[in-house]
């Protein structure tokens, strides 16, 4: 049943306590705005692009964007389809699915995988890293033959996404030779999730796959999740779809109501667009560990939604929100007045994963106490995550009419994209990657690191943040050793800390970055690739890539004036982490 009306809106709360007499000034003067100019129902009731700007030329893109708000409707009549599908994949064999991917086209599936499992379906993995130990701890271990593989890219011309397909499908050519009775073409064991038209006949080898989901173009990456996206693989998963898009449906209703108290996505939206203003622009998520995977697909959803320049603005200079996702909680003393704190809690947890923090609703309760803000937004089951993914779509689009942006564009992504092509051009031709300018420092050089790490934390900017890029492959032993990293930082610098592993982040927090204020603080990680592997019908490898990703990132932020130091981790990450993390203590005690 479609809801209507407030007493019909999602069961699912959120709650802010705000102790800011200013700020509560604030918000209320932004809520009255809202409901005087009709925001809710201009924007997600009638899809009109004129809540965002007055300027034809933004009317005309957002208009093209807006897809997003249809989906939950439109899918609802495919689910039928997508069940089929995966009923087929698994009688006809199939024990596993990969889907290679970036940022928008995989953030949404590794939540779903991560959240839900694969009780009812088949096991689901996703490849988002060019480091060639990531590609090999992926698919090393699976049968190519019992294995479909999805590349999920909306241009049809992502990179990365484009290196993963060409190393399976030489894989599936290797082990098809002795296939016997089984199909005997790679085509057979991969689909595609992709745009139409131009995105589509991109893609190598389209028209010999087993299957393609063709999305409607009007929905940008970071706001798929609730198309063939997120679908495919929630299908394969197992997830029950209808459920999943019922409880989209109910919240995109509710957020269509005038009145902000009685509207999830519009409360929250104004939430972040007031305080960002107001200078608490780090939004800092403390999220149960059953849904700790929403953390990096709502990191990708706000940073490249927020970080940029006002639309019309003079000086180019950038604004933005940043979300802070997976620092442990810290003592009221350790944070400045920048932060604004959002606890996801899930009915029946027992709590966010130790790392986070003990007795953490306790501590936000003394946080607020101090006079941080708190919101508070209470799940009642995983499968309301169908809900939430349009609550924080809603949320970011709204808080970028507060912000004065149109919160549909990336402007600055392509930058770091073609520097790296630059790079990898020098690879094509046999020279050295990069120029001496280029070169990271090596931990094993313990003069020259203590050095760098001195003179760069007198770059923080006292509003600022800092942000540790590490492209080496994820492991559960690098999570730890960034966290104490990162907890290092921030409990000496007070300044909020964020870890991405590149290449991923940079089709997420990379626009933020570059468009955002100018207020990062960069500590670019990179290791050597013992074992690399290569990509086929290409000239480099993935170590080479990935490395030519990381120099081609670099330039970019110093292109912005933005400082940045590279650390080179070495043949062994871990042991460079545990090097590096002895050193930055020793400069941090004199900085």
């Keep these: 049943m479609t809801p209507t009306g407030p007493d019909s809106s999602p069961a699912i709360d959120l709650d802010l306590t705000l102790a800011d007499a200013g700020l509560q000034t604030a918000l209320t003067a932004a809520r009255d705005r809202a409901v005087k100019e009709s925001w809710a129902d201009r924007a997600i009731g009638r899809r009109d692009p004129s809540v965002w700007s007055d300027e034809d030329v933004v009317q005309r893109a957002v208009a093209t964007r807006l897809g997003w708000l249809e989906a939950p409707f439109h899918f609802a009549d495919e689910t039928g389809q997508l069940a089929a599908f995966a009923d087929a994949i698994k009688e006809q064999g199939f024990t596993s699915a990969v889907?290679?991917?970036?940022?928008?086209?995989?953030?949404?599936?590794?939540?779903?995988?991560?959240?839900?499992?694969?009780?009812?379906?088949?096991?689901?993995?996703?490849?988002?890293?060019?480091?060639?130990?990531?590609?090999?701890?992926?698919?090393?271990?699976?049968?190519?033959?019992?294995?479909l593989f999805i590349v999920s890219t909306k241009s049809g011309t992502t990179a990365e996404s484009l290196s993963f397909q060409a190393y399976q499908w030489a894989r599936l050519e290797e082990a098809l030779k002795d296939a016997g009775a089984r199909p005997t073409e790679p085509g057979e064991f991969m689909a595609a999730?992709?745009?139409?038209?131009?995105?589509?006949?991109?893609?190598?080898?389209?028209?010999?796959?087993?299957?393609?989901?063709?999305?409607?173009?009007?929905?940008?990456?970071?706001?798929?999740?609730?198309?063939?996206?997120?679908?495919?693989?929630?299908?394969?998963?197992?997830?029950?779809?209808?459920?999943?898009?019922?409880?989209?449906?109910?919240?995109?209703?509710?957020?269509?109501?005038?009145?902000?108290?009685h509207n999830p996505g519009l409360?929250?939206?104004?939430a972040m667009g007031v305080f960002a203003k107001a200078g608490r622009d780090k939004l800092t998520f403390v999220i149960d560990r059953e849904l700790a995977a929403f953390g990096p697909w709502v990191e990708q959803l706000i940073a490249e939604s927020t970080g940029k320049a006002p639309i019309g603005s003079a000086d180019g200079r950038g604004v933005g929100v940043v979300p802070v996702d997976g620092e442990p909680l810290g003592a009221v003393s350790t944070y400045q007045n920048d932060r604004v704190f959002v606890r996801i809690a899930l009915a029946g947890s027992v709590g966010p994963d130790p790392s986070i923090g003990s007795n953490v609703d306790a501590r936000l309760a003394e946080l607020a106490a101090a006079g941080h803000p708190v919101i508070r937004i209470a799940v009642g089951s995983k499968i309301e995550m169908g809900a939430e993914f349009v609550r924080w779509e809603v949320a970011t689009a709204l808080s970028g009419v507060v912000l004065g942006i149109d919160p549909f564009d990336q402007p600055n992504v392509e930058e770091a994209k073609t520097n790296t092509r630059a790079v990898i051009a020098r690879f094509e031709t046999g020279e050295a990657a990069g120029a001496d300018e280029d070169k990271p420092v090596d931990v094993a050089d313990a003069t020259a690191l203590a050095a760098a790490l001195k003179a760069h934390l007198a770059n923080?900017?006292?509003?600022?943040?800092?942000?540790?890029?590490?492209?080496?492959?994820?492991?559960?032993?690098?999570?730890?050793?960034?966290?104490?990293?990162?907890?290092?930082?921030?409990?000496?610098?007070?300044?909020?800390?964020?870890?991405?592993?590149?290449?991923?982040?940079?089709?997420?927090?990379?626009?933020?970055?570059?468009?955002?204020?100018?207020?990062?603080?960069?500590?670019?990680?990179?290791?050597?690739?013992?074992?690399?592997?290569?990509i086929p019908g290409k000239a480099y490898s993935f170590g080479q890539l990935i490395d030519a990703q990381a120099i081609g990132d670099a330039r970019t932020i110093e292109d912005h004036k933005l400082p940045i130091v590279r650390i080179d981790l070495g043949p062994d990450p871990d042991a460079g982490l545990a090097v590096l993390q002895k050193a930055l203590a020793a400069a941090l005690g004199e900085a």
Excluded at 113 to 125: K, M, S
Excluded at 267 to 270: A, D, H, Q, R, V
Aim: aromatic share 6%; glycine share 10%.
């Design 99 to 147: 889907l290679g991917g970036m940022g928008g086209s995989s953030l949404a599936p590794a939540l779903l995988t991560e959240v839900f499992g694969a009780a009812a379906g088949i096991e689901v993995r996703v490849l988002d890293s060019t480091d060639p130990a990531a590609v090999a701890a992926t698919l090393d271990d699976l049968d190519p033959t019992a294995t």
């Design 460 to 534: 923080l900017k006292a509003n600022g943040y800092a942000s540790i890029q590490a492209y080496v492959a994820q492991t559960p032993a690098r999570d730890t050793a960034l966290r104490a990293i990162r907890t290092l930082l921030r409990d000496r610098t007070h300044r909020a800390t964020t870890v991405g592993y590149g290449p991923r982040f940079l089709h997420s927090t990379g626009q933020l970055h570059k468009g955002g204020a100018p207020i990062g603080w960069f500590l670019q990680l990179v290791a050597e690739h013992p074992d690399d592997r290569d």
């Design 193 to 261: 999730i992709t745009d139409p038209d131009k995105s589509l006949r991109s893609i190598p080898h389209h028209d010999q796959l087993r299957e393609v989901f063709l999305n409607a173009p009007d929905v940008g990456g970071r706001y798929s999740a609730l198309t063939y996206v997120g679908l495919v693989p929630g299908a394969l998963l197992g997830i029950d779809l209808d459920l999943l898009l019922e409880k989209a449906r109910a919240m995109i209703m509710a957020c269509g109501i005038s009145d902000p108290a």
């Design 267 to 270: 409360s929250l939206g104004l």
